[in-house]
């Protein structure tokens, strides 16, 4: 067991009621009222009275060798502790989701811009921040590597890395690290014939910006040292067992002294699987015997955490004159930037969903990921199926136009359903209802036009309350598009989650403690937990205990996996908690176990209506449980054919968008989605996330990118990054529909991931519509418009 | 850090003189930007926000006089009528929480070439006063802005108030985002049509160094309109196209982040043509705003 340390205030609690909600309600979150009253706390808010402040300094060039570095100048400053190096690093000096490559701290050379070099620990941040600034670094900048396609053409010239980096656990069985390249990896799906012909052949080259995951609550965290000589992390994450690993080998210690708590996370969207502040501040910690906290700005944000891959994409569709397809044939190069993050994984996914949800009996696709010396890109929220949807869904549409065809008509003609072959082999063995999304979406009746001239509102113009026209060259295009998502880890990866739960008699009340690493990042989990322990327990009292690494792992919070594993381990420690209720109760009373069940509070059967008090007494019944989905492979290196996803999730989209087809601006004026859920644990969760997500994608599509030239970033604030505001982001219809997955807990589906894949191509479809131009770029900017 | 908190207009601009390093912060919604960012470090911040004086406005023989802490919200709320160019302009500026503590005062002080209040005040021939223990000058807003984020404003000067005459005609402004709210100008214009004196004002924001008007679009459009005041005729399109183009032609934009100047110089042939139309249509139906 941890020693125990005193905690710091903005510590999670345990978090209970609001009360009521089984699996299928609408549930209230337990920490709803908290964070609407301002009340919750967050990452940033933690707080130690004798705590130090941390701080980063990080290279300002994209490329360059540290010739030396100085620190005495900043130790010299008043109020400063510990001034620290890639030299002060006692165990692994890089660390890595997949590859271990990535530096703790700079050694020798920096790969991209805000890459940390030195820490600092004073005792105010601004006292931190300015000797950080007078630490000397001697540079010897170097031509940055800046472009994808470049990066790999020239395999022993300007290579990024020198050396190969270690696997690890979470590594692609099939990744390999290109020995004397910048590729990350190559990831080939040959299906059928690979030169297939056809009577229609569309062509078409996309490209997709990054985008940045633009979570609210900037990475923070506060290490404290621990009277073992470990350290306790209270810090802002996604996946605290995978940090765990990482911050251990980093700071050469064993696990149990290495013990995280969750602290309030300001959403995620991928980027806080990758570690940011983690070791930095354990290192400091450590250093100094006293707590340290470290609390990124929102522009030192922008830097610390992995973007959205930048695509370039190209597709080649064939299609029988009826609308068969015949063949898809794609190469897709996607910007991994300087250190490998989570590049490998994201390259099988857009390899191998990246023609979309349709049935295709000759595919050729190559996916490659690249070093640059870019900022790293990693995972984000549709993770790798985001940018592909751009590809193929216009391919799809300039498809129909060439065929003359509706574009629903030909989505539907060639969509994936039970049964269909994808084309890495797989057969889709549950629920798959692409088509009737779409056309659900079709018989919906569209938004009316607003009003313009005079009695115009400039809310629903584009361009909004800048008043930039009353209507005047205002076209309308409706479009859509349809996407799918592997749900959990793919690939073989040993994907699995841990939970504890506890029943026993609190103060007369029956009460499950629910207790789970799985990272609460803004989503519901917590809620999700509750609802299912009350639904197995029959218990109304349930208590969501801080999530941390006394119990094991839970595995990520991404890939719309979290409902699904740990909503699976959290049933299945209930159902053996239960059991053991029965028995004892079955021992009690001489009922057969068979016939008890659990209601209200109580063990019941016809004419028997015993409380739990009576059968538990002073006792707890506790179970702690690993559990898994069903196996999945990896993918043939060659063929990229294999059993690689366990799930999969299906969305659709139609957006209408009026455009000023003058001025380049836009009014998104409606977004519908449809989406199968398998089962809804709890609907008002599931509408949310559809809004969200498709929030996100429009925002891609429209305006979201972080803009990099020279491999320096150009927009790190929310000034100059924009994300979508009410005036941007409509209202919804959605419909949500359940046809259960056999294989899943409840039949349930992932939900978080695919509306935001198949939004932003819808936008894209119907400004396409509007203009008539091809719009190959996202996002769109007023430039692409109006060709000025 | 000094917090120096002047309770009367007397004693600002005294403490201003005393002490010239010191920046004023009204709303703080530039300033405070600034600060977190770590752009700025000042040893001495002057809040203005406890001098009555800078929080009223009034009407000296005709003319609106603005103090300079006056906040957008309630430029909207209580001078939509008198000042609509300048309200439909504060309309547009960031959300409503920016709106209820950003000034007038603020944005001029800041000069930005983005800043939403230029374009306005330029086509209305505002004229900014200041004051400083030397005295009070009033300067013709043209030539307020100096150069990117300088003004005529000197070291020991506050800005107290802005002069606007409320308009004889219609007045407009529109403004380029890339979303539809809460966005900086990637381009800008404010248009005034004065019927009394027969005149057209014009002002171009974040398409040159500083705002700045269209002396050849106010020139040629007051030549085209000289018999239609009296007729309210049609306004002929190629007479509104002409003076889109002429007002682009004034502009002096470049490329960066937010857009290009290509696009800059597009949009404001377009803007300048379409606010033109709604200027005109509303004047034919004889919706002349008098103070
Ligand atoms: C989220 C956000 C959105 C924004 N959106 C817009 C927008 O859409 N359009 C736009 O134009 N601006 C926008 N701004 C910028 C800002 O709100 C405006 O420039 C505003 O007018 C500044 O006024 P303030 O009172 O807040 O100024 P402050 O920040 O208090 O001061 C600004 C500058 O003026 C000086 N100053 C203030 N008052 C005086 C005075 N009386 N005499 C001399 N100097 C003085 C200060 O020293 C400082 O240099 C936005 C800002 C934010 C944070």
């Known amino acids: ?788 | 850090m000094e917090f120096l908190q002047p309770t009367t207009w007397e004693e600002a601009v005294e403490t201003k003189a005393a002490h010239p390093d010191a920046v004023p912060i009204a709303g703080g919604t530039d300033v405070m930007v600034a600060v977190n960012f770590g752009r700025l470090r000042p040893a001495r911040l002057l809040d203005l926000t406890r001098v009555p004086d800078l929080q009223q406005w009034d009407t000296e023989d005709g003319v609106v006089r603005l103090g300079a802490g006056v906040p957008y919200a309630r430029v909207i709320g209580e001078l939509g009528d008198r000042l609509p160019g300048l309200a439909m302009a504060a309309r547009t500026i960031g959300s409503p929480q920016i709106r209820n503590r950003g000034t007038v005062g603020g944005n001029l002080a800041t000069a930005s070439p983005a800043g939403d209040a230029h374009p306005a005040l330029l086509a209305a021939d505002a004229e900014v006063e200041v004051a400083s223990v030397r005295g009070t000058r009033r300067i013709p807003v043209a030539d307020f802005y100096t150069g990117v984020k300088r003004s005529a404003l000197a070291d020991d000067e506050l800005v107290a108030a802005v002069r606007i005459t409320p308009p004889s005609g219609p007045q407009q402004y529109s403004k380029i985002g890339t979303r539809n709210a809460m966005v900086i100008a990637v381009a800008a214009f404010g248009l005034a049509l004065h019927p009394d004196r027969r005149a057209v004002g014009t002002g171009i924001g974040s398409a040159a160094p500083t705002p700045r008007r269209a002396p050849a679009a106010e020139e040629f459009l007051a030549g085209e309109l000289d018999g239609l005041w009296d007729s309210r005729a049609e306004l002929p399109p190629a007479t509104a196209a002409r003076f889109g183009e002429l007002v682009a032609g004034a502009a002096a934009p470049i490329d960066d982040v937010r857009g290009t100047a290509r696009y800059r110089v597009h949009a404001l042939s377009v803007m300048a043509r379409r606010t033109l139309t709604w200027a005109w249509a509303e004047y034919r139906k004889g919706e002349t705003r008098c103070a």
């Not at chain 1, 009253?37 to 360059?64: C, I, K, N, Q």
């Not at chain 1, 299945?572 to 009373?589: F, K, P």
């Not at chain 1, 068979?594 to 179970?623: C, H, K, M, S, T």
């Open chain 1, 1 to 788: 067991m941890s020693t125990p340390t005193r905690s710091p205030s903005g510590a999670p609690s345990h978090l209970t009621g609001p009360g009521g909600g089984r699996v299928g309600d609408d549930a209230a979150r337990p920490d709803g009222v908290l964070k609407v009253r301002g009340e919750f706390a967050y990452g940033s808010d933690l707080w130690m009275d004798d705590m130090l402040w941390g701080v980063t300094l990080r290279s300002p060039h994209p490329y360059a060798r540290i010739r030396s570095v100085d620190v005495g100048p900043a130790l010299a400053v008043p109020g400063v502790h510990a001034v620290l190096t890639s030299d002060d690093v006692p165990g692994s000096k890089t660390y890595g989701l997949e590859l271990a490559d990535q530096p703790v701290l700079a050694v020798d050379v920096v790969r991209y811009q805000g890459e940390p070099v030195a820490l600092v620990a004073a005792d105010h941040p601004e006292t931190a921040r300015r000797a950080a600034a007078r630490i000397a670094v001697d540079y010897e900048v170097w031509e940055p590597v800046t472009d994808a396609r470049e990066a790999l053409g020239h395999p022993h010239w300007n290579r990024v890395h020198e050396t190969e980096a270690p696997v690890t656990e979470l590594s692609r069985e099939s990744a390999h690290l290109h020995p004397e390249g910048n590729l990350v990896r190559h990831v080939k799906v040959r299906k059928g014939d690979p030169d297939a012909t056809a009577d229609v052949v569309v062509v078409g080259e996309y490209e997709v910006g990054m985008q940045d995951q633009a979570f609210l609550g900037p990475e923070s965290g506060l290490a404290v040292p621990a009277e073992d000589g470990g350290v306790e992390l209270y810090v802002a994450t996604q996946w605290l067992h995978v940090d765990q690993r990482q911050i251990c080998a980093a700071l050469g210690m064993p696990p149990e002294r290495v013990r995280l708590t969750l602290a309030g996370v300001g959403g995620a969207f991928g980027g806080r699987e990758d570690l940011s502040m983690h070791v930095h501040a354990c290192l400091l910690a450590l250093h100094t015997g006293r707590p340290v906290k470290m609390s990124y700005n929102r522009e030192e944000s922008f830097f610390g955490h992995v973007h959205r891959h930048p695509a370039t994409m190209r597709y080649e569709h064939g299609a029988t004159r009826d609308g068969d397809l015949v063949y898809v044939r794609a190469q897709i190069y996607l910007d991994g930037g300087a250190y490998a993050s989570s590049t490998p994984a994201v390259v099988g996914n857009a390899g191998t969903m990246g023609i979309g949800p349709y049935v295709v009996p000759n595919v050729h696709v190559d996916c490659y990921g690249a070093y640059t010396n870019n900022p790293p890109c990693g995972a984000m929220r549709g993770f790798g199926s985001v940018q592909t949807a751009f590809a193929y869904e216009a391919q799809m549409d300039a498809l129909a136009a060439e065929l003359g065809m509706d574009p629903v008509e030909l989505r539907c003609r060639n969509a994936m359903e039970q049964g269909s072959p994808t084309p890495t082999g797989q057969v889709v063995d549950s629920p798959a209802p692409v088509a009737e999304l779409l056309r659900r979406l079709q018989a919906m009746p569209l938004p009316p036009s607003p009003a313009t001239g005079a009695d115009a509102d400039l809310r629903d113009m584009p361009g909004g309350v800048s008043n930039t026209t009353h209507g005047e060259g205002v076209r309308r295009g409706v479009g859509y598009a349809v996407a799918y998502k592997n749900v959990a880890f793919s690939e073989g990866f040993d994907d699995h989650s841990t939970a504890r739960v506890r029943l026993e008699v609190v103060g007369g009340e029956p009460t499950v403690t629910v207790h789970t690493a799985a990272a609460e990042v803004g989503q519901g989990l917590v809620t999700v937990e509750q609802q299912i322990a009350r639904t197995e327990l029959g218990v109304d009292r349930v208590v969501v205990a801080p999530k941390d690494t006394a119990v094991g792992s839970a595995g990520s919070t991404s890939a719309s996996r979290q409902t699904y594993v740990t909503g699976g381990a959290v049933k299945a420690a209930c159902e053996a908690v239960r059991a053991r209720v029965l028995e004892r109760a079955a021992a009690l009373t001489g009922w057969p176990v068979g016939d008890l069940r659990l209601f209200d509070g109580a063990v019941v059967a016809e004419g028997l209506q015993l409380p739990l008090a009576e059968v538990l007494g002073d006792d707890a019944v506790e179970e702690t449980l690993e559990w898994r989905h069903r196996p999945t492979e990896a993918l043939d290196p060659e063929t990229g054919q294999g059993f690689a996803h366990v799930q999969y999730a299906f969305a659709a989209h139609r957006a209408v968008v009026d455009v000023d087809t003058e001025l380049g601006l836009l009014k998104v004026v409606e977004m519908a989605c449809t989406q199968d859920v398998g089962k809804a644990i709890n609907p008002q969760a599931v509408v949310g996330q559809i809004q969200g997500g498709t929030a996100q994608g429009l925002g891609l599509a429209v305006m979201e990118e972080v803009l990099v030239r020279d491999g320096r970033v150009r927009n790190p604030s929310f000034t100059d990054y924009l994300i979508p505001t009410v005036l941007d982001m409509p209202p919804m219809r959605i419909e949500v529909l359940e046809y259960a997955d056999p294989h899943a807990p409840y039949g349930l589906r992932g939900v978080g991931e695919a509306p935001n894949i198949s939004s932003g191509p819808a936008v894209l479809a119907a400004i396409r519509q509007a203009t008539g131009l091809p719009l190959t770029r996202v996002p769109v900017r007023p430039e692409h418009i109006t060709r000025t």
